[in-house]
């Protein structure tokens, strides 16, 4: 069975620094798809950002940034001058076709003023 | 851009009690639907996915089903609830290969 890990339950970090939040996963797949969700306390899951696994460039989006480490199964989330809004749940997640996602328990980060 | 319509936002029914939980899709057509489950804290459990009209394939034995009588229509259903069937209910839309999610059903069974 497919398995994404997140190993981090909870993080907290001050306003403007820098967190990394960890994930790895399973396959046997070439061609798959990670995501990052975020589900603020309203509950709302959000796309922060997607990589395809074909694609050697970490994608990026304004503060978020992924280290994609396919060798090692490896998709780590980097928020960067974190924010108080950033305050949520996040998720990892990996699409390995079956028409289905599979994803991790989360973490949950913590941005103090 | 895709929208996914997700009704009621809060539930509270009785032990024994029906269930009917609705997520229409707009903004696209022919889309993969998914029901996902979280309970309080938790990560997402999948329940039910639907690649087309009368097409679904369940992922857990459950008290729960589904239904895709239209396109864009996606139903959770249960004819008589359990305690255990309390959680967050979230349907989610893929049309290539991007989760869209709606706003949730928290439902409560007493």
């Known amino acids: 069975a497919q398995t994404v890990t997140q190993s981090q339950p909870e993080m907290s970090v001050q306003e403007a620094e820098t967190v990394t939040l960890s994930c790895t996963y399973d396959?046997?797949?070439?061609?798959?798809?990670l995501f990052w969700y975020k589900q603020p306390p309203s509950r709302q899951m959000i796309l922060v950002i997607r990589?395809?696994?074909?694609?050697?460039q970490n994608a990026t989006e304004n503060r978020f940034s992924v280290n994609f480490q396919k060798a090692a199964k490896s998709f780590s989330l980097k928020i960067s001058d974190s924010q108080l809004g950033d305050t949520a749940m996040y998720f990892c997640?990996?699409?390995?076709?079956?028409?289905?996602?599979?994803f991790g328990q989360g973490t949950r980060l913590t941005i103090n003023p | 851009s895709q929208t996914i319509h997700q009704w009621p936002a809060t539930l509270v029914q009785p032990v024994g009690s029906p269930l009917s939980l609705e997520c229409t899709v707009e903004?696209?057509?022919?889309?993969?639907l998914y029901w996902y489950r979280q309970a309080a804290g938790r990560g997402l459990q999948l329940l039910f996915y639907?690649?087309?009209?009368?097409?679904i394939s369940s992922e857990v034995p459950q008290n729960l089903s589904a239904s895709r009588p239209q396109d864009r229509q996606f139903i959770l259903s249960s004819k008589k609830l359990l305690l255990s069937d309390s959680g967050f209910y979230l349907c989610?839309?893929?049309?290539?290969?991007?989760?869209?999610f709606g706003s949730g059903t928290r439902l409560t069974v007493v």
């Open positions: 997640a990996s699409y390995q076709g079956a028409q289905k996602l599979v």
């Open positions: 396959t046997s797949e070439n061609n798959y798809y």
């Open positions: 990589q395809e696994a074909y694609k050697q």
């Open positions: 903004g696209t057509s022919n889309p993969n």
């Open positions: 639907s690649v087309g009209i009368g097409q």
């Open positions: 989610a839309s893929d049309p290539n290969y991007g989760y869209t």
